[in-house]
């Protein structure tokens, strides 16, 4: 099940403005000039702000997420109907996707917090790219122990959102038990007066762990780079399927 910031109605209106300038686009767009990637699969599109991206560029961008309430967002927005939407996990990729590029932005990676869940998206990734094709993701370093700033994330962002009013989003740090992390945030409508709430747990898996995962299913890591808009914060892989 999606966590409700994403699957609530309600929440998922609000997260684009929260969620703000999204600076890590342009680097995913760019990988994609990189390898020439015609068709590309945007897993745990959220609301589809990178599907959009890619599909005014030509592409043809195939877009899944587990949450409806984040894709009726995305398929409101200007230029939805150029994009394949689809509501489901990596297990619905469709079987003719015939991927050269396969995207998780947002470190969506980490929401998979299961090893078995892992495993399979690893295996439904591999099959839908083509051979030579290439699957990219990013991920926090655990090293870094991002998890600190949360716990003092000080006085809530308010923001001002057309149709909704004044809206405060606050942060809490619930439990750390690595390597995975809880937190809540918390939204208040303040025209309504009401409250809103979305528990979120994360997996901070490491650098030797991936590469070893995504190894063990047959891919090639051919790099492992700096996020541009974080660096030294986050890792962005790139795993290519094999060619026969």
């Known amino acids: 099940m999606p966590d409700p910031i994403f699957a609530h109605p309600r929440l998922a209106q609000v997260y684009d403005t929260f ?10 767009v760019a990988i994609a000039d ?6 590309v699969v945007d897993l745990g599109c959220g609301t589809g702000s990178l599907s959009l991206l890619l599909a005014r560029t030509g592409r043809h961008v195939i877009a899944l997420d587990p949450a409806r309430a984040s894709l009726d967002v995305a398929r409101a927005k200007p230029h939805a109907e150029e ?4 509501e489901g996990t990596s297990a619905v990729i469709p079987a003719d996707a015939n991927a050269d590029l396969v995207v998780m932005t947002g470190n969506a990676a980490q929401a998979v917090v299961e090893d078995q869940e892992w ?11 083509v051979p ?10 655990p090293e870094r122990r991002p998890w600190d700033a949360w716990a003092t994330a000080g006085e809530p962002v308010t923001a001002n ?12 740090l619930i439990k750390v038990d690595l390597p995975l992390v809880s937190f809540r945030l918390t939204y208040r409508f303040l025209n309504e007066d009401t409250t809103h709430s979305s528990d979120s747990t994360l997996r901070f898996r490491g650098q030797e762990e991936l590469t070893a ?14 996020a541009p808009d974080r660096p030294g914060r986050e890792l962005v892989f790139l795993a290519h399927r094999p060619r026969d």
Request: some cysteine; proline content about 3%; charged content about 30%.
């Open 19 to 28: 969620d703000g300038p999204r600076d890590d686009l342009a680097a995913y």
């Open 34 to 39: 990189e390898l020439n990637a015609r068709r």
């Open 83 to 86: 994009v394949t939407w689809v």
């Open 119 to 129: 495993t399979a998206l690893l295996h439904d990734v591999y099959r839908s790219l």
């Open 132 to 141: 030579g094709g290439c699957f990219t993701f990013e991920t926090r370093r």
């Open 161 to 172: 959102i057309p149709g909704l009013g004044v809206v405060e989003q606050r942060r809490q």
């Open 213 to 226: 995962s995504l190894m063990a299913t047959g891919f090639t890591v051919r790099d492992v780079r700096e």
